[in-house]
């Protein structure tokens, strides 16, 4: 028993194959930009999370270093000398250290 496929029918398959594979081709390409859409958002949404992490802590650190340096200004406040010299003092040992740091980043 042989089953025979006339010229008619192989054309009108193959052009339903090309339009199968036209439809299908740009359905995966539409998945494919809505997959990797929602993968950049993701990934946004944990850089931005850990950016507001980061930030919370540089606000805390500051805060704590200028506690630590009004501590260091009473500090010599308490050990006798006079509270304009002792702030005076601090300042300018901070700006020092400032100004060596960055000669460093210059090099």
């Known amino acids: 028993m042989s089953l025979e496929i006339s010229e008619k029918t ?3 398959s193959v052009q339903q194959a090309v339009s199968d ?7 995966l390409i539409r998945q494919e930009i809505a997959l990797a859409k929602a993968e950049v958002k993701e990934k ?3 850089v ?10 540089g606000v805390l650190g500051y805060t704590g270093l200028l506690v630590l340096l009004a501590a260091l ?3 010599l406040v308490a050990i006798g000398v006079v509270a ?3 702030a005076l003092s601090v300042g300018i040992v901070i700006l ?3 100004f060596f740091l960055v000669q460093r980043a210059r090099r």
Do not use: E, N, Y
């Not at 036209?22 to 359905?27: F, N």
């Open 10 to 12: 192989r054309q009108r």
């Open 84 to 86: 304009w010299l002792a």
């Open 44 to 46: 946004v949404a944990a």
């Open 48 to 57: 931005a999370k850990q950016a507001a992490f980061f930030a919370g802590a």
């Open 21 to 27: 594979l036209k439809t299908d081709a740009g359905l």
């Open 96 to 98: 020092l250290g400032a």
């Open 73 to 75: 200004v009473l500090g």
